[in-house]
């Protein structure tokens, strides 16, 4: 696959410098403007295929810059980035235009997942087997199989294993498996999910030689075969 | 604290004050000053009208009586005259009194038969008015202004001379009126004068008493002047002030007391965040400089980064919560209210728990359902924070029961566990922030102590109530109540009675 070029608008150093790293290890080709004007150039001059645009800029706030990429027919996906989560103002990110809306502080793997979905929207719909080495997930008929044997999951712990799935390969952040399985999108405490994790793993890893489900210490979990 | 902020960063709301100003009412002094003395003013204005027109009506009407007097005795001698007596007429006139004139006219030829001396100098017989008819005698007289300026009253009647031999004549009678006059001008005058120097020392006074009386709200004024965030101790003390400041005052020092509670919860809260925000960051700190004291290998490197993540996620959700807790405090949070069934609800963060409660060996369960008209969201974010509580409080073996209840007009939500319980001295603080029953055990629980505030502010954006009962070494009890009445539908009491409980 060709690397995908993302622009950044961030006046915030560190925090371009984190997400240039961050992005680029994850296989992007990542230009970094610092303030709206050069930012807004540059999205407008480069073919990108998004734009992680903060919404406090010096000069000229995100806001504006999505306004005026619009309003110059620049339709490329525009992911915002800010420290205000007022419900209007994401309502007004996403009423101009912009395609998501991550709020600061986020987890850079909900980033990087954000930045995925908006690029494979469009793109071909989710097969209805999913397959991971010899894990074969059938979404149609509730049906989760280990090297053919039926893995006698409960309805709970099939969504879970399947939202894992859609990501395989992925780090899926605990923050996002709580919103997706349980439709949870506020502050559990405790690290819940951790339990109810052991009792998939028993399932689908532990009568199995290799395991699939990896914990990603302080992020989430991952699904793949390494 | 983020209320303060909010209204330190807001622009003032002085911007609409121009508009305002320009009808400013009057000053209370100008207004109790006019109301006063045109009062005052109308006051004297009726009572001297009425004393002058007492005066000088009573003046008028003694005149006019003795004039009528006169005329009546004056008559009565001419009629026993002899009519030839032309001369001892004249004597007799003259010799009458000068206070008043008399003339005696032929009534056939109108010539003079006699007048009192001088009269015909001021009063020609022409400026007499006609005689009333039948020979009555007018009850009052006409007035009349020489043009020398004496004021006369004028009478007339008809009169015979010699009853046996009458001769017809004609009797004028006057009266010199000048004096009275003058003395009612000169009475009208004074009472003018009177008027205009009584409006006027009653508007000074009145100025001078209703700034006496205003006084007290400039001495407020410089009392409330001396109120700083960092200084709140002045208090107006109600009684000090006349009985119609006291309300004022007393509402302002509630105000002030008010305040100050406010003021001493938000340093508090201050100091606790600080506090909070410290043993993260200590702990961060930490673990990167020893990280940093010597060269480790990759997977000493990890551990110390995956630490610092889990303690970042702590701090985002403590800032996550803190602003939730702000804002539903502003009542800037919109309710999305629809009617629900609880129970599914409830299932969804049981079954979320539930991993975690076998692994603990609680029992997790519910019992009874019940529809809700509440914001969904809001009530699964408390119903978590109490079972979150609850597990935590719980040791192995025991239970969490979430139990729902339609009661008349409400919904209930009770979360009982038969956990250690909580002391009854911490029982009314265990909704405040940061408040944890004990300090030590909760460090290691996750939880920074924001749960339970977060419940109860929840029940607060719905108008409902939060209580908690315990006892300690048997279990807690929270219970979430939420007030249906005004969604019941009101015309239909048959639908209502016949709608099964829960």
Redesign the interface.
């Known amino acids: 696959m060709v690397s995908m070029r993302l622009l950044i608008i961030e006046d915030e150093k560190k925090t371009a410098a984190h997400l240039k790293k961050g992005l680029s290890e994850n296989g992007f080709t990542v230009d970094v403007a610092h303030d709206g004007s050069e930012g807004s150039q540059l999205a407008s001059a480069g073919a990108y295929a998004l734009i992680v645009l903060d919404v406090m800029l010096p000069q000229q706030d995100g806001w504006s810059i999505l306004g005026q990429l619009r309003g110059a027919g620049v339709m490329t996906p525009v992911l915002f980035l800010t420290a205000r989560?007022?419900?209007e103002d994401r309502v007004k990110g996403l009423e101009m235009g912009a395609d998501d809306y991550l709020v600061k502080?986020y987890?850079f793997s909900e980033l990087l997942a954000r930045v995925r979905t908006i690029l494979r929207r469009g793109s071909t719909a989710q097969p209805e087997v999913l397959r991971i080495a010899d894990l074969e997930i059938d979404t149609r008929r509730h049906k989760a199989t280990r090297a053919g044997r039926n893995l006698h999951l409960t309805r709970?712990e099939f969504v879970l294993l399947s939202c894992l799935a859609r990501s395989a390969g992925e780090v899926v952040s605990r923050t996002r498996i709580?919103e997706e399985v349980?439709?949870?999108?506020?502050?559990?405490?405790?690290?819940?999910v951790?339990?109810?994790m052991?009792?998939l793993r028993a399932k689908v890893d532990d009568p199995f030689e290799m395991p699939l489900i990896h914990n990603v210490?302080?992020?989430g979990y991952v699904l793949e075969s390494r | 604290m983020f209320a303060a902020l909010d209204m330190s960063l807001n622009p003032v709301k002085s911007e609409a004050a121009p508009t305002w100003s320009q009808r400013r009412p009057w000053s209370l002094v100008a207004r109790l000053a006019v109301f006063y003395t045109l009062a005052t003013t109308a006051l004297l204005l009726v009572t001297m009208a009425v004393l002058y027109g007492v005066v000088v009506r009573y003046s008028d009407a003694n005149d006019n009586l003795f004039l009528n007097d006169k005329l009546r005795a004056v008559r009565a001698d001419l009629a026993v005259k002899k009519a030839n007596g032309g001369e001892l007429l004249a004597e007799e006139v003259a010799s009458e009194t000068a206070d008043y004139f008399v003339r005696v006219l032929d009534r056939r030829t109108g010539k003079v038969l006699a007048e009192s001396p001088e009269m015909g100098k001021w009063l020609s017989p022409s400026v007499f008015p006609a005689p009333p008819p039948n020979g009555h005698i007018p009850e009052e007289g006409t007035e009349y202004k020489t043009s020398t300026g004496k004021w006369f009253l004028l009478m007339s009647a008809f009169a015979e001379i010699d009853r046996m031999m009458p001769r017809p004549v004609v009797l004028q009678i006057a009266q010199d009126r000048s004096d009275d006059k003058a003395f009612a001008d000169f009475f009208r005058n004074l009472l003018l004068a009177v008027l205009v120097g009584g409006a006027g020392c009653s508007a000074a006074v009145a100025v001078v008493v209703a700034r006496r009386a205003l006084r007290p709200l400039e001495q407020m004024v410089a009392t409330m002047k001396r109120v700083q965030a960092s200084y709140l101790q002045p208090r107006l003390n109600r009684d000090r002030w006349p009985k119609e400041l006291d309300s004022l005052a007393a509402a302002f020092d509630e105000m002030l007391a008010r305040l100050k509670e406010s003021f001493e919860r938000l340093s508090a809260f201050s100091a606790d965040l600080a506090h909070e925000l410290r043993t993260p960051i200590q702990n961060l700190r930490g673990e990167a400089e020893v990280a940093l004291t010597r060269t480790r290998t990759a997977d000493e490197y990890r551990e110390v980064i995956e630490l610092s993540i889990e303690e970042y996620q702590g701090l985002a959700n403590m800032i996550d919560n803190l602003l939730f807790l702000a804002r539903a405090e502003n009542a800037e949070t919109p309710l999305n209210r629809l009617t629900f069934k609880i129970g599914p609800e409830i299932d969804t963060i049981l079954d979320f728990y539930d991993a975690a409660a076998r692994e603990q060996n609680i029992a997790l369960s519910r019992e009874g359902d019940a529809d809700l008209y509440a914001d969904a969201m809001l009530v699964r974010r408390a119903v978590s924070n109490l079972v979150s509580n609850a597990l935590q409080h719980t040791s192995a073996g025991g239970q969490v029961l979430l139990a729902v209840k339609q009661a008349n007009g409400s919904v209930e939500i009770r979360a009982q566990d038969t956990g250690c319980g909580i002391g009854a001295e911490h029982l009314p603080r265990i909704f405040n922030r940061f408040y944890r029953a004990d300090a030590a055990r909760s460090s290691n629980s996750g939880g920074v102590g924001l749960g339970l505030a977060i419940v109860k502010s929840i029940m607060d954006l719905h108008g409902g109530s939060v209580t908690a009962d315990s006892k300690p070494g048997e279990g807690t009890m929270i219970t979430l109540r939420f007030i249906q009445a005004e969604h019941v539908p009101q015309n239909d009491e048959h639908n209502r009675d016949s709608k099964p409980p829960g």
Request: aromatic letters at 8%; glycine letters at 8%; proline letters at 4%.
């Open positions: 989560d007022r419900v502080p987890a709970r709580v349980w439709d949870i999108n506020f502050d559990t405490g405790t690290n819940i951790e339990a109810t052991r009792r210490r302080g992020i």
